[in-house]
């Protein structure tokens, strides 16, 4: 869509409540390269900013909340160790930490799986099991993707929106 911080300050001119800043591939390239574009829209703009895309500890955490980031959201790291979890909500509370939890359905079964590397590789883990397990650990926040059905133009996936709403008591 062009230079981010032009779209940032379009958006919070457009209305928007939140600003959600993805390095997608982060993971797969073992990179974290957001807090530049972080530095300067959090000067620019003010609307919180969520920051996601290879968090794999406490201090990467740190450098995006340094970098002007109200809350940071780890999918990859959080799946391979749970712990990482708990340490960030210990560290920066509930409110700042958000799981992104991408889910792909199971063939002809209504379950799904959640996926790592933005949605490139099975983690083993149900998503609606793992749901309940990072409740337990103490995100503030999940942030549920449809790795069939988001950015096909198609309706969002009903179903597992409606089961997930069921067993979650956040946001």
Not at 14 to 29: F, K, P, R
Not at 58 to 79: C, P, W
Request: glycine share 8%.
């Amino acid at each position: 869509i062009g230079e981010p911080n032009s779209a940032a300050k379009q958006y919070e001119k457009d209305g928007a409540d939140e600003l959600l800043y993805i390095d997608a591939v982060a993971s797969l390239y073992g990179r974290n390269s957001i807090a530049s574009i972080l530095k300067i829209s959090s000067n620019e703009i003010f609307i919180p900013i969520t920051a996601s895309g290879g968090i794999r500890s406490v201090s990467d955490a740190k450098n995006l909340i340094m970098a002007g980031a109200d809350k940071i959201a780890i999918n990859t790291a959080g799946i391979k160790d749970p712990k990482l979890i708990k340490n960030l909500v210990e560290t920066f509370g509930s409110q700042c930490i958000v799981i992104s939890i991408q889910a792909r359905k199971k063939s002809n079964e209504m379950t799904w799986e959640a996926m790592t590397e933005m949605g490139r590789e099975k983690s083993g883990k149900d998503v609606l099991d793992w749901i309940k397990e990072v409740q337990e650990l103490g995100v503030g926040e999940i942030l549920l993707t449809s790795v069939d059905q988001d950015g096909t133009l198609k309706n969002p996936d009903f179903e597992l929106v409606k089961r997930a709403s069921h067993i979650t008591q956040i946001p």
